[in-house]
Nanobody
Framework: QVQLVESGGGLVQPGGSLRLSCVASGRRVDMNNMGWYRQAPGKQRELVAEISVGGATNIAKSVKGRFTISRDDDKNTLYLQMNNLKVEDTAVYYC??????WGQGTQVTVSS
């Protein structure tokens, strides 16, 4: 059974930073395509960043240069480092494994 548990969300001021974590069990993060998605109120869920089995990354244009996706194979964990956060980054952030398994999400709120 695959389980993805996100953490690290919270309330931060504009310009601040957060690091999201997604701990996986049941399958390995380094053997599956992994991604971070987000959904703001009233909007569709959108891709933020993804990382392939080979380590290639794809970052959405809206966050490029501010967000970084990475994984720790020993900890079987996916990360999203978010710097210079903006109000428009406010959303629930979800971890996705193998284009199939979703985590429960973690809320990120950027507000002064």
């Amino acid at each position: 059974q695959v389980q993805l548990v996100e953490s690290g969300g919270g309330l931060v001021q504009p310009g601040g930073s957060l690091r999201l974590s997604c701990v996986a069990s049941g399958r390995r993060v380094d053997m599956n395509n992994m991604g971070w998605y987000r959904q703001a109120p009233g909007k569709q869920r959108e891709l933020v960043a993804e990382i392939s089995v080979g380590g290639a990354t794809n970052i959405a244009k809206s966050v490029k240069g501010r967000f970084t996706i990475s994984r720790d194979d020993d900890k079987n964990t996916l990360y999203l480092q978010m710097n210079n956060l903006k109000v428009e980054d406010t959303a629930v952030y979800y971890c996705l494994m193998a284009f199939r398994y979703w985590g429960q999400g973690t809320q990120v709120t950027v507000s002064s």
